[in-house]
């Protein structure tokens, strides 16, 4: 079982819709990051979120530490949004302080 | 301006033939990590190095090596590789283990 599981893995949407990518892990967490990579490899950190919500233009990632859920949320999705999301969780210093990643959401936004 | 520049952008190798990865950082990071990515996988943790510290991940083969001579630069050592370490290898730094990390392109390798 996947420390970290995200859902959906592949997701289609027409431009102008509101999009959620959804996040679950299982460890204890001092930290998650939402990261995104556009085909060709190159990788981008989007948030890095400990508590709470963050804004960055359209996108909204927020986190609820009880629950160990996180969201990454676009609003007004455009084609160059197209990319795979991945969302990774770097665990406490007393679980073992390691990295651990989701297998990704593949997102293609359609014109 | 690159902050997190891998090169070569592509390299290829011969099956057992040693190779050394490298990256550099303007940004003065305490943190530098390596990641192997295989096509349609998340990117694995392989090493990090929290300033001159060497953090191993558990399950890294010891085939894999990395040296930091100072804060600017990292180099992966790959000493003898398989056909299975094609992959698409990425770093990237960070400030502290729990600050955003900024990626390089990555270096994508190819085992002939």
């Known amino acids: 079982k996947n420390e970290v599981e995200q859902s959906p893995q592949n997701l289609t949407a027409q431009e102008g819709e509101f999009i959620t990518i959804n996040c679950s892990y299982s460890?204890?967490?001092?930290?998650l990051h939402w990261l995104q990579q556009h085909p060709g490899g190159g990788i981008v950190s989007l948030f890095m979120?400990?508590?709470g919500k963050k804004k960055h233009g359209r996108l909204i990632a927020t986190i609820n530490i009880q629950e160990k859920h996180s969201s990454l949320h676009i609003t007004a999705s455009h084609p160059r949004d197209s990319a795979v999301y991945i969302c990774?969780?770097?665990?406490?210093?007393?679980?073992?302080?390691?990295?651990?990643f989701g297998t990704g959401t593949s997102l293609t936004v359609i014109p | 301006d690159a902050m997190v520049i891998q090169n070569p952008r592509y390299q290829v190798t011969q099956f057992g033939k040693p190779v050394t990865l490298s990256c550099s950082q303007t940004?003065?990071?305490?943190?530098m990590y390596w990641y192997q990515q295989k096509s349609s996988q998340a990117p694995k943790l392989l090493f990090h190095y929290y300033d001159k510290d060497f953090n191993n991940e558990a399950d890294t083969p010891d085939n894999f090596q990395s040296r930091r001579p100072n804060t600017s630069f990292c180099f992966l050592d790959i000493r003898s590789p398989g056909l299975g370490d094609a992959a698409m290898y990425l770093c990237a730094t960070s400030r502290d283990l729990v600050q955003p990390q900024h990626f390089g392109d990555g270096t994508r390798l190819s085992i002939l």
């Open positions: 990774a969780v770097r665990s406490r210093r007393d679980t073992g302080n390691q990295f651990y």
């Open positions: 460890v204890g967490i001092s930290a």
């Open positions: 940004l003065n990071h305490n943190v």
């Open positions: 979120l400990s508590s």
